[in-house]
């Protein structure tokens, strides 16, 4: 067999400017030249002795043998037609459009047929490519309908490029925005027409296998990434320099885009963007026809009615057809009193965001957003940034509203108000918007300040009727309590309440306690019930100084203490809460507390409005008490005097009653007295020693009985003021001498003595000397009772700073507190047992003290219980020698009288 082809033939063939491959009868191939290897990928070697229909389409393999099996039949040489309309199968999988011309080999043994081969494919698409361009091109031309232009693009493209979603985008004037204007294929969540993207810094082709762009991980790609739809081509419209917009493809399959689609899409946007730049003015045109059209209906809105509720509604509905959004607010200013008040909301409902919100300006975003007094607009990145900083804001972000508009309301060059537009979409506003607001806001910002006069005059008038009505209910009556319900109706006039109470405070105390309450949840705090003040909102009130509005987190921490103060029995759904200190003078007397379950819901407006309400309270609080203190005194004072005269009656008749016993008692006892002394005497010798001690006996019980009739009798005196002293000039050492004789042998039946230290000197005082021998022998007969045999009673006297120093010392029993401070009340006795044992009366001491008063003196006592007593007496008007005129008296010869013992 004749080798193919031989060293000439593979010459000539690998000249040739078209791919040749020689094929025998079986159909397998013998031989490639260099250009088939670059038009099928392959190289000789992987394809010598294959089938031919290695390089046919499978759709195209049966058809290929058929017609391969007839020309072998009978070969003919067959030249190209450029049909186009046969395919070639690459290496790579892509299927060629070629023409191809046969030869068959004369007299070969092999059958060997050449098979000239021609890429007819880029021809077949530059033909394609002309003809849409010009069904783009007199639709684009004609048509002024722009939807129409989009249409035939998205049906034509197909033919050339295969694609999953069509986008077309038109920048937005004085913004880094893109808007889509037509979408078609597969969707996305939120990247319909009419969204906003940012606008592309350049054209590209992005691949599946290049994420790593500068888009990559754009907010902007995600919904396209989590479908698949990753390769993406973008080509500018109009100047590439300035584009007018953009045309996108979107595909699914890896790779889906060429070179060579980037550049034919170039044609077609240079195609239609005249068009689009045509749509863009007259959308431009008619937009600011339709803004001229809105600006003259708000203005009649605003000049044909003063109900600003009606002229915010009716001018919503004419700001939706110029910007669209899905929440309006217009808010007022208050710059002088740091208030902002939302007057109007429209659309998308947000919670703690509804009309009549009220919140201090300097801790709001409005703050913010007014400082320049010009229009703004926020894409969702710069309003997350702002929201995070604002904790107002966080119902609107839990909301979903991702774009802002806001524009400020001026008056006289100062922020009165701001106009605020939001919508759910992301970047749904530009500087297109923010300058149609800002217009619009203009418009309206005159009948804001008018409508803000008007309501801020109608505002104090109603402060005024309230205080008034108030003050009214306050001269009518003098029962606080019913001024309560007056005051709960001005206040809700004015102000949210929920709850009101008022507490008493008693500053001196340091407690307070529930005087009236009314509203939600009376709690178990009883009226008059006083508790501590610490902890409470009314010691913070005090404390401070003036009304204040308590913060959320000392609401908390009094809730949680849960104490039953007037300010803590409540529930937790109070959450606002101001209280207001009231005094009468300087001196607090109550507090004033007002709540309401809707939070944060008193500003500086209403601590004022408390302030007024709180001292017209105060006021009536103080003349209350003042009544009651007056009813409660002259109560007191006629209850005392009825005690006094009861008691003057009582202590009248008890001194009648001890005057007439004692002078009734004393006679017969004077007579049994005197004949028991004579009996005593046993003159005859007739009584036996038996008989005379029952005597001496008879004599002891009526020297006590006498001593208690003596001691009735005095105590009689002193009550009726008969009481008096006989005072003389004498020296008291003989004095002391004879008590001391007087006692022993008294002393001795107790086994107890009498310890009389000497005295200096001589010792004379001016005095009424019975009663200081009263006093002493009172004193002294005291120590004795109450202290053991075997013990001692001292008796001392001395000079000390001019007084007479009596001192009685025992080493007795002593007295417990109650017996100490009881000591001098007319007919005490300690319950001890051993003093209940004892006889008395209960009044030696009340004379004791009687006569040390009336002498000018003083007593002192220390006494321990188990150790013993000290009582000290000091009579002033003493001294170591007789004065001149007691000298003269008793010429020149001092005289002692002789002392008798009251209890002899």
């Given at each position: 067999?004749?080798?193919f082809?031989?060293?000439?033939?593979?010459?000539?063939?690998?000249?040739?400017?078209?791919?040749v491959?020689?094929?025998?009868?079986?159909?397998?191939?013998?031989?490639?030249n260099t250009?088939?290897e670059?038009?099928?990928g392959?190289?000789s070697?992987?394809?010598l002795?294959?089938?031919?229909?290695?390089?046919?389409?499978?759709?195209?393999?049966?058809?290929?043998?058929?017609?391969?099996?007839?020309?072998?039949?009978?070969?003919?040489?067959r030249?190209?037609?450029?049909?186009?309309?046969?395919?070639?199968?690459?290496?790579?999988?892509?299927i060629?459009q070629?023409?191809?011309?046969?030869?068959?080999?004369?007299?070969?043994?092999?059958?060997?047929?050449?098979?000239?081969?021609r890429?007819?494919?880029?021809?077949?698409r530059?033909?394609?490519?002309?003809?849409?361009?010009a069904?783009?091109?007199?639709?684009?031309?004609?048509?002024?309908?722009?939807?129409?232009?989009?249409?035939?693009?998205?049906?034509s493209?197909?033919?050339?490029?295969?694609?999953?979603?069509?986008?077309?985008?038109?920048?937005?004037?004085?913004?880094?925005?893109?808007?889509?204007?037509?979408?078609?294929g597969?969707?996305?969540?939120?990247e319909?027409?009419?969204?906003?993207?940012?606008?592309p810094?350049?054209?590209?082709?992005?691949?599946?296998?290049?994420?790593?762009?500068?888009?990559t991980?754009s907010?902007?790609?995600v919904?396209?990434l989590?479908?698949?739809?990753?390769p993406?081509?973008?080509?500018?419209?109009g100047?590439?320099d300035?584009?007018?917009?953009y045309?996108?493809?979107?595909?699914?399959?890896?790779d889906?885009f060429?070179?060579?689609?980037?550049?034919?899409?170039?044609?077609?946007?240079?195609?239609?963007?005249?068009?689009?730049?045509?749509?863009?003015?007259?959308?431009?045109?008619?937009?600011?026809?339709?803004?001229?059209?809105?600006?003259s209906?708000?203005?009649?809105?605003?000049?044909?009615?003063?109900?600003?509720?009606?002229?915010?509604?009716?001018?919503?509905?004419?700001?939706?057809?110029?910007?669209?959004?899905?929440?309006?607010?217009?808010s007022?200013?208050?710059?002088?009193r740091?208030?902002?008040?939302?007057?109007?909301?429209?659309?998308?409902?947000?919670?703690?965001?509804?009309?009549?919100?009220?919140y201090?300006?300097?801790?709001?975003a409005?703050?913010?957003?007014?400082q320049?007094?010009?229009?703004r607009?926020?894409?969702?990145?710069?309003?997350?940034?702002?929201?995070?900083?604002?904790?107002?804001?966080?119902?609107?972000?839990?909301?979903?509203?991702?774009s802002?508009?806001?524009a400020?309301?001026?008056?006289?060059?100062?922020?009165?108000?701001?106009?605020?537009?939001r919508?759910?979409?992301?970047?749904?506003?530009?500087?297109?918007?923010?300058?149609?607001?800002?217009?619009?806001?203009?418009?309206?910002?005159?009948?804001?300040?008018?409508?803000?006069?008007?309501?801020?005059?109608?505002?104090?008038v109603?402060?005024?009727?309230?205080?008034?009505?108030?003050?009214?209910?306050?001269?009518?009556?003098?029962?606080?309590?019913?001024?309560?319900?007056?005051?709960?109706?001005?206040?809700?006039?004015?102000?949210?309440?929920?709850r009101?109470?008022?507490?008493?405070?008693?500053?001196?105390?340091?407690?307070?306690?529930?005087?009236?309450?009314?509203?939600?949840?009376?709690g178990?705090?009883?009226?008059?019930?006083m508790?501590?003040?610490?902890?409470?909102?009314t010691?913070?009130?005090?404390?401070?100084?003036?009304?204040?509005?308590?913060e959320?987190?000392?609401?908390?921490?009094?809730l949680?203490?849960?104490?039953?103060?007037p300010?803590?029995?409540?529930?937790?759904?109070?959450?606002?809460?101001?209280?207001a200190?009231l005094?009468?003078?300087?001196?607090?007397?109550?507090?004033?507390?007002i709540?309401?379950?809707?939070?944060?819901?008193y500003?500086?407006?209403?601590?004022?409005?408390?302030?007024?309400?709180?001292?017209?309270?105060?006021?009536?609080?103080?003349?209350?008490?003042?009544?009651?203190?007056?009813?409660?005194?002259?109560?007191?004072?006629?209850?005392?005097?009825?005690?006094?005269?009861?008691?003057?009656?009582?202590?009248?008749q008890?001194?009648?009653?001890?005057?007439?016993?004692?002078?009734?008692?004393?006679?017969?006892?004077?007579?049994?007295?005197?004949?028991?002394?004579?009996?005593a005497?046993?003159?005859?010798?007739?009584?036996?020693?038996?008989?005379?001690?029952?005597?001496?006996v008879?004599?002891?019980?009526?020297?006590?009985?006498?001593?208690?009739?003596?001691?009735?009798?005095?105590?009689?005196?002193?009550?009726?003021?008969?009481?008096?002293?006989?005072?003389?000039?004498?020296?008291?050492?003989?004095?002391l001498?004879?008590?001391?004789?007087?006692?022993?042998?008294?002393l001795?039946?107790?086994?107890?003595?009498?310890?009389?230290?000497g005295?200096?000197?001589p010792?004379?005082?001016?005095?009424?000397?019975?009663r200081?021998?009263?006093?002493?022998t009172?004193?002294?007969?005291?120590?004795?009772k109450?202290?053991l045999?075997?013990?001692k009673?001292?008796?001392?006297?001395?000079?000390?700073?001019?007084?007479?120093?009596?001192?009685?010392?025992?080493?007795?029993?002593?007295?417990?507190?109650?017996?100490?401070?009881?000591?001098?009340?007319?007919?005490?006795?300690?319950?001890?047992?051993?003093?209940?044992?004892?006889?008395?009366?209960?009044?030696?001491?009340?004379?004791?003290?009687?006569?040390?008063d009336?002498?000018?003196?003083?007593?002192?006592?220390?006494?321990?219980?188990?150790?013993?007593?000290?009582?000290?007496v000091?009579?002033p008007?003493?001294s170591?020698?007789?004065?001149?005129?007691?000298?003269?008296?008793?010429?020149?010869?001092?005289?002692?009288k002789?002392?008798?013992?009251?209890l002899?």
């Open positions: 067999m004749t080798r082809p031989d060293e000439i033939a593979e010459q000539t063939l690998q000249a040739m400017p078209d791919a491959i020689a094929v025998n009868s079986l159909g397998h191939i013998q031989f490639m250009h088939a670059e038009l099928t392959y190289s070697n992987e394809l002795e294959k089938s031919i229909e290695t390089l046919i389409p499978a759709s195209q393999r049966a058809a290929h043998a058929q017609r391969r099996s007839q020309f072998h039949g009978a070969p003919t040489p030249t190209m037609s450029a049909r186009g309309d046969l395919q070639l199968l690459r290496k790579d999988g892509e060629l070629v023409d191809i011309s046969l030869s068959p080999i004369e007299g070969h043994a092999d059958g060997i047929v050449l098979s000239a081969i890429d007819v494919s880029e021809w077949e530059k033909s394609r490519e002309e003809i849409l361009l069904d783009i091109g007199v639709v684009a031309g004609n048509e002024r309908d722009i939807e129409k232009v989009y249409e035939v693009l998205d049906s493209l197909p033919r050339l490029i295969k694609f999953d979603r069509l986008v077309i985008t038109a920048k937005i004037p004085d913004t880094n925005l893109v808007e889509r204007v037509y979408v078609s597969q969707s996305a969540p939120g319909g027409i009419g969204t906003r993207v940012l606008a810094d350049d054209s590209e082709i992005l691949p599946g296998s290049q994420r790593n762009t500068t888009l991980g907010p902007d790609e919904p396209f989590l479908n698949g739809l990753q993406w081509v973008q080509v500018p419209l100047d590439p300035s584009p007018s917009g045309l996108d493809l979107r595909g699914s399959s890896k889906a060429s070179g060579k689609d980037l550049l034919f899409l170039a044609r077609v946007a240079n195609q239609i963007s005249p068009a689009l730049e045509n749509a863009r003015f007259y959308a431009q045109a008619h937009g600011e026809a339709r803004e001229r059209v809105v600006l209906e708000i203005s009649r809105i605003i000049t044909s009615t003063s109900d600003m509720e009606n002229v915010y509604r009716l001018t919503a509905d004419q700001i939706h057809e110029l910007v669209p959004f899905d929440r309006l607010v217009v007022t200013i208050d710059q002088s740091n208030l902002v008040t939302d007057r109007f909301v429209a659309g998308h409902y947000v919670p703690d965001g509804g009309a009549g919100s009220i201090p300006l300097d801790k709001s409005t703050g913010e957003l007014i320049d007094l010009r229009s607009s926020f894409n969702h990145l710069e309003l997350e940034e702002m929201e995070s900083r604002y904790v107002e804001l966080e119902a609107r972000r839990k909301a979903g509203l991702k802002l508009v806001v400020p309301l001026i008056w006289d060059d100062e922020a009165i108000g701001i106009l605020i537009l919508s759910f979409s992301e970047n749904a506003y530009g500087e297109p918007e923010a300058a149609i607001v800002l217009k619009i806001a203009n418009q309206i910002s005159g009948a804001v300040a008018n409508a803000e006069l008007v309501r801020r005059l109608e505002k104090e109603a402060i005024q009727e309230a205080l008034a009505d108030i003050s009214r209910s306050i001269i009518s009556s003098r029962d606080i309590a019913e001024v309560i319900p007056e005051v709960v109706r001005a206040i809700k006039r004015l102000m949210p309440v929920d009101l109470v008022i507490s008493d405070v008693d500053e001196d105390k340091s407690v307070c306690g529930l005087r009236w309450s009314w509203g939600e949840n009376d178990p705090l009883a009226p008059d019930r508790v501590p003040i610490a902890g409470t909102v010691e913070l009130a005090f404390r401070r100084g003036k009304t204040t509005v308590i959320p987190e000392m609401v908390r921490k009094v949680e203490r849960n104490h039953k103060t300010d803590a029995d409540v529930n937790g759904d109070l959450n606002s809460w101001i209280c200190p005094f009468a003078g300087k001196k607090g007397i109550g507090a004033l507390h709540r309401a379950r809707d939070q944060n819901a500003l500086d407006q209403h601590v004022q409005i408390v302030e007024m309400i709180g001292a017209q309270i105060a006021g009536a609080i103080a003349n209350a008490q003042a009544h009651a203190q007056a009813l409660e005194s002259e109560r007191v004072r006629i209850e005392v005097e009825a005690e006094k005269r009861e008691m003057e009656l009582l202590e009248k008890r001194s009648n009653f001890l005057s007439t016993v004692s002078h009734e008692l004393k006679t017969p006892l004077t007579s049994l007295v005197a004949f028991a002394d004579i009996l005497r046993n003159r005859d010798s007739t009584m036996n020693s038996r008989q005379l001690q029952q005597i001496q008879m004599q002891r019980s009526a020297r006590r009985l006498d001593l208690l009739i003596n001691d009735l009798l005095d105590v009689s005196r002193l009550d009726a003021g008969t009481f008096t002293l006989t005072k003389s000039e004498f020296e008291t050492s003989l004095l001498t004879e008590i001391q004789a007087i006692f022993e042998p008294i001795e039946q107790c086994d107890q003595s009498l310890d009389v230290p005295v200096a000197g010792i004379w005082i001016n005095a009424d000397r019975d200081v021998v009263q006093l002493i009172n004193l002294a007969s005291n120590s004795s109450y202290s045999p075997g013990t009673i001292r008796l001392a006297l001395e000079i000390e700073n001019g007084s007479l120093a009596i001192t009685v010392s025992d080493s007795g029993i002593g007295m417990d507190e109650d017996t100490l401070e009881n000591l001098f009340t007319p007919f005490y006795r300690s319950s001890d047992e051993h003093t209940q044992s004892q006889p008395g009366t209960g009044l030696g001491m009340v004379i004791v003290k009687s006569i040390v009336l002498h000018d003196g003083t007593l002192s006592i220390s006494s321990d219980q188990g150790v013993g007593t000290t009582i000290k000091l009579l008007h003493c170591s020698s007789p004065s001149d005129e007691y000298l003269k008296s008793v010429g020149n010869e001092p005289k002692a002789p002392v008798r013992s009251r002899e």
